[in-house]
């Protein structure tokens, strides 16, 4: 069973930085690491679930509007790893940051996913 792991969050004044880390493991021979697509959502109190950036198998990266600019995803496939550097974080960047691994699959052409627990990132003077 594939397993995500966050870490790197904390309390961070207006204006600093934060980098994320999510570890996979549990990845079987057919599909490894490489094969997905990685994400980080953040959840804030009250809000809904929103998606922050993607990073394909191929290094293809997306952002949401809102941490354009201030947000940088990356990957290491070495290291079944995907990092999310946050710069000139911001009080609304307060949230719950998840890690999420997805495929399809191409039988049944269902999306595969699977979710860390997540971890906390509070922006505050």
């Known amino acids: 069973q594939v397993q995500l792991v966050e870490s790197g969050g904390g309390l961070v004044q207006p204006g600093g930085s934060l980098r994320l880390s999510c570890e996979s493991s549990?990845?079987?021979?057919?599909?490894?690491?490489?094969?997905?697509?990685m994400h980080w959502y953040r959840q804030g109190v009250g809000k809904g679930r929103e998606l922050v950036a993607a990073?394909?198998?191929?290094?293809?990266?997306n952002y949401a509007d809102s941490v354009q600019g201030r947000f940088t995803v990356s990957r290491d496939n070495t290291k079944n790893t995907v990092y999310l550097q946050m710069n000139s974080l911001k009080p609304e960047d307060t949230a719950r940051y998840f890690c999420?691994?997805?495929?399809?699959?191409?039988?049944?052409?269902?999306?595969?996913?699977?979710w860390g627990q997540g971890t906390q990132v509070t922006v505050s003077s």
């Open positions: 990073v394909s198998p191929g290094g293809t990266t």
């Open positions: 999420n691994a997805a495929r399809v699959d191409w039988d049944t052409h269902n999306t595969i996913q699977y």
């Open positions: 549990g990845f079987t021979s057919e599909f490894t690491f490489s094969n997905y697509a």
